[in-house]
């Protein structure tokens, strides 16, 4: 006999218990109420001499020891009779919690799509199994979201290396390799390399936007836009593109270093993700109890229908412009991830001239504990 069935057992032998005190404390409180009157009237009433208001009946009455005896054999009986009730009564009542039970272990087993789906009559047990049910549903999309990711992480880490294998074997089977071409291969290797720790560094960031915000510290997003701003402002100018701002200040709690990463992000894709000439606004204002940062830029037209695509694993709706490689699909993934993790609301919408335009609303000057309202739900990439 296994410890899981010997505790559910076990409950239903306190739960038959509990029932069974019940139903014969009743018992004999009733008992009490019929047999103490009785004896009562028996014990007024004088040896041979008849109380005048008894009715006269035939055959004989019942003697006080008869009345006794009968509700000894009554308790008596009562009390397999209550257990009986008691334990047919627990058993009904755990009848969903061992239905829950054996799905939860079916789900745990690895079928993530089991549901309990327990029915009528809706009462306390039948909400935990709906509870229960969304949480099934949750950690469903989780597990599916995350093994997606891995599968993807893998592929992404897989491609530079095997590169990088192929260059160095190109390399040393060249039997008249010079210095000159040696050094050519590994300063493409170096290349290689820093793809590699680039992409390594976007995974731990997004590993640590998503763990959750640890440190809660005041800060206005006007004077993060403009550090991140200062240090794209030389990229920006190779590639043509203007860059706007219009700053107020927008204070708000959170932790700086997810926050600028945030910022550093949402710059980089619409700087990444746009064309010759083009142009990036950004703007932070402060209205009621949000403050905004809104990114704004030009690039090439997105379907609204795509929009949502741009939130999945290392999803890109074209090559980075002039085939470079700086990309590596995880900006949004980490903006929405750090949106999340202050409860914040992200906002995307498709500019009809081409580009996107992206809306990050944080709570005005302290952290709300409300459930964030993402418009895309899961990590968003693109």
């Not at 019940?22 to 007024?44: D, E, K, T």
């Not at 979201?145 to 192929?166: D, I, K, W």
């Amino acid at each position: 006999m296994t410890p899981q069935t010997l505790a559910r057992r076990s409950l239903q032998t306190r739960l038959a218990l509990a029932y069974a005190a019940g139903i014969y404390a009743a018992g004999v409180f009733v008992l009490v109420l019929v047999a103490v009157p009785l004896a009562s009237i028996n014990a007024a009433t004088p040896k041979g001499h008849p109380s005048s208001s008894a009715i006269t009946e035939t055959g004989p009455g019942i003697s006080l020891p008869q009345l006794l005896m009968g509700s000894a054999v009554a308790l008596v009986i009562l009390i397999p009779v209550a257990l009986a009730l008691g334990w047919f009564v627990a058993g009904r009542f755990l009848r969903p919690l061992r239905a829950i039970t054996a799905t939860a272990k079916i789900i745990s087993a690895g079928d993530l799509h089991r549901r309990l789906a327990l029915g009528e009559p809706t009462d306390e047990l039948t909400e935990l199994g709906h509870t229960l049910d969304d949480l099934f549903a949750r950690l469903q999309a989780s597990f599916d979201a995350q093994r997606h990711f891995v599968a993807n992480a893998s592929h992404e880490l897989r491609t530079p290396l095997a590169g990088l294998r192929t260059l160095l074997e190109v390399a040393l089977a060249d039997p008249d390799a010079d210095t000159e071409t040696l050094r050519s291969a590994c300063q493409e290797a170096l290349a290689l390399g820093g793809h590699q720790e680039r992409l390594v560094q976007a995974l731990l960031a997004l590993a640590t936007s998503e763990r959750g915000v640890t440190r809660w510290d005041t800060l206005d997003l006007a004077h993060i836009v403009e550090g991140v701003l200062a240090t794209r402002r030389d990229q920006a100018a190779v590639t043509g593109i203007d860059l706007a701002e219009h700053l107020t200040p927008a204070v708000t709690t959170g932790d700086p270093r997810l926050i600028e990463s945030l910022v550093a992000n949402l710059i980089d894709n619409a700087i990444r993700h746009n064309h010759a000439d083009g142009h990036v606004k950004v703007t932070t204002q402060t209205s009621g109890t949000q403050v905004a940062l809104t990114v704004a830029n030009s690039g090439p037209v997105i379907p609204g229908n795509q929009i949502q695509r741009l939130f999945q694993p290392f999803q890109k709706l074209a090559p980075d412009r002039h085939g470079r490689r700086d990309g590596y699909g995880l900006g949004l993934a980490i903006v929405n991830a750090v949106t999340q993790a202050h409860h914040a609301t992200l906002t995307t919408s498709a500019r009809p001239g081409g580009g996107l335009s992206i809306t990050v609303q944080f709570a005005h000057g302290s952290p709300t504990r409300t459930a964030c309202r993402s418009r895309w739900p899961g990590p968003g990439r693109r």
